[in-house]
């Protein structure tokens, strides 16, 4: 359990439920609109603080660590319920505490299980904000706009795929920039646009190395394939909940009642993109893993045009979206250009 110095402004509290204990960061007035921001992989809520300050007066925000990270409890996680898990949790904690209707927004991973979300409880949310969400047919293994299966077991996504210099090095809790693959250069290189040097990098790497590695956690269990590049997804653990053999958020084109969506996005994203460089099939490609069975087998994942497509069909079912791409930005826009960044969710959040 790591819990991390915060901004002046922010207080932090555990908060007792259902399905265990979560620790929350907290801005605002307890009687504000509640605003409820859920963090990526491999982070915690304490990526959210720049965020939280700087809501408006009149509105309390709240972001939680995720189960495995920052000081909230370790719970292993049912990878075969995609983010089933994630959703449930964080109904248990904003029932714990009592809130009426919320904003949502989420990033990465944190992007994902907001769409879970509003799938589940679409009459909590009041509007969904998704900053570089993951795409709805999850991450890896998949090759059209459809999310159609690469392989039927789907070989090349789950918890197998993760570089396992990076499990290295956070169970090491390297703070170091000794290898392209140490956290502190992840954070650098990939997380934002590089070079990418956000203020408070000491605390963010603290905060990336706050998960719990563990098969039930981070990043999970692994199973062998006979399909290229030779690994399928598990059964536990957040990467294999995030395989499309699990994660299918298709549904969202179905809810009712439809909160508005905005969709936020940098143009230099290389973690979600449709030529991700943490996609096999990217990587294949590239010849930086051998055996790439080809484009027509096994191309990219168009993960950008996958979450188009999903929120086109929501918006032709009776929703609103609206898409804004950020330039010279990477996977965090809010932490890359926050004035360029608040001045379209704020606005949005002002407007719903």
Known sequence: MTILPHLPGITGQMVITARGRF????SGIPEGIPVVFVHGNVASATFWEEMLLALPNGYRGIAPDRRGCG??????????????????????????????RFHLIGHSLGGTVAM????????????????????????????????????????????GLVNPELVKRLTEQDRSLDSPFSPRQILRMRYG???????????????????????????????LSANWPGLAPGVLGVNNA????????????????????LWIRGDADEIVS???????GTLGAM?????????????????????????ERYAANGGHYTEHVLTDVGHTPYLEKPEEFLAIWLLFLKTH
């Open 23 to 26: 620790y929350i960061l907290e």
């Open 116 to 159: 879970q979300y509003v799938i589940d409880h679409p009459e909590q949310v009041r509007s969904l904000t998704l900053v570089a969400p993951g795409s709805p047919y999850g991450f890896g293994g998949t090759k059209d706009v459809q999310g159609t299966p690469c392989w039927p077991d789907y070989a090349g996504s789950g918890a």
């Open 274 to 280: 449709d030529q991700s460089l943490s996609d096999v």
């Open 193 to 223: 646009k590089a070079p990418f040097q956000p203020a408070r990098e000491d605390v963010l790497v603290d905060s990336m190395l706050s998960i719990v590695i563990d098969e039930g956690n981070y990043p999970g269990d692994k199973v």
């Open 71 to 100: 000081a909230s409890q370790m719970i292993p996680i049912d990878a075969t319920r995609g983010m089933g898990d994630f959703s449930a949790d964080l109904y248990s904690l904003v029932t714990a505490l009592d809130l009426p």
């Open 242 to 261: 995030l395989s499309p053999k699990y994660c299918n958020l298709t549904g969202l084109v179905d809810v009712h009642p439809k909160p508005d969506i």
């Open 287 to 311: 010849g930086m893993i051998p055996g790439w069975p080809g484009a027509e087998v096994f191309p990219s994942q168009p993960m950008v045009s996958q979450t188009r497509n999903v929120l």
